[in-house]
C-alpha cells in the first residue's frame, strides 16, 4: 500500500467509524434457474452467468487426457494459451474459463465469494467430462485458481477430477502474514473496501518474461487496480485452501519457482508439510522459476513435467525438479 492510499484511508476512516463501518462488497451468484450449458465458447452456470471460455484441443481430435484450468487473481483464461498450445500437441485438451469478476466474466472487479468460485468449478468440470468420457480429467489451478482448486476439491461435492496441479497456489493465509498486514487488511476493509490499489509500487517481478508482462501490462482484460475488499475474499480464500490442503485425496502435482516473489516460501512451506502427509503428492522445485511458471522463459520445462506426470504420476519427472532437496527448500 502506498502513502497515499494510507493517507486517504486516514481521511476516509472518521466519517465511516461514524456511520458504523463500511461493508465489503461481495457479488455472489443469483438463484439457480437453468441448466448449466458449456458451448464452444462460454459457459453458463446455473444463475444464467455466462462465463467466456477458451480452449486448446488436439487437431487430431485423440484426446489423451482433460485439463480443466482455473486462471490467478486479476487474469482470466487466456493465461493458458502457451501451456494450452504446448499440451494440445501431445494429445492434452485444456479448457478454461473466466472466472467471476475477472476478464470478461460479469462482475468485473468484485468478489462473487467462495462457493461461488467453488459451484462454477464443479459445473464446468462436470460438462468438460461429459465431452470427453472415460479420459482421465484434471484440475489445474495457478495462484488463486490453485486455492480454488484445493477448496473445491475438498469440498463436500468435490468436481468429478482424477488428480489436481498446483502452479504456484495462492496459500499465504493469514496465519503466515506479518501482523501489521493483517491489521491493514482488516482497518481498509471495514473502512474503505472501495478503494482500488496497485501494487506497483511494490516491484514485485512475477516473470523473468519480459515480453510476456508487457503484453499483460496492454491486455484490458487483466485488471490493474484492485478493490480492498476483493482482496479480502481473496485472502479468505488463500486461509481456507491453507487450511484444508492436507485433506486432498486425490494425486496432487505442486509446481513452485524458487523465485517466486508473489507467494512467498513460508506457506508455501507449510503447504508442503501438510501434503507430505498425504503421501499423494509429487513436488517440483524450479530453482530459476518465478511466480508465473508456465509463462516464465523456462516454461517449458513444466509443461513437460505436468505432460509427463499426466501420463504417469509415479514416475520422476523429466526435469528432474522433483529431485531438488525438499529437506533443505523447507529449512531455508
Known sequence: MTLKTLRLSCFVLFPCLLLGGCTPLVRPPGPERVEPQLHKAHFVATDGAVLPVRSWLPKSGDVKAVIVALHGFNDY???????????????????AYDQRGFGNSPGR??????????DDLRQFTRLVGKNHPGRPLYVLGESMGGAVAIVAMTSERPPMADG????????WGRDTMPWYQRALLSITVSTVPWLQLTGESL???PSDNIEMLRGLGRDPLVIKETRVDTIYGLVNLMDEALARVDKLNKDVLVLYGERDQVIPKEPV????????KTGSARVALYEQ????LLRDLGAAKPWADILAWVADSSKPLPSGADRRNMLAFLKD
Open 269 to 276: 512451506s507449510v503447504m508442503l508439510k501438510k501434503l507430505s
Open 164 to 171: 489436481i496441479i498446483l502452479s504456484a497456489p495462492a496459500v
Open 109 to 118: 472487479g468484485l468478489w462473487a465469494g467462495m462457493d461461488a468460485y467453488v
Open 77 to 95: 483464461s487466456n493465461a493458458f494459451a502457451m501451456p494450452g498450445r504446448y499440451l494440445s500437441e501431445h494429445g492434452i485438451a485444456l479448457y
Open 289 to 292: 522459476g518465478y511466480h508465473l
Open 203 to 205: 516491484g514485485i517481478l
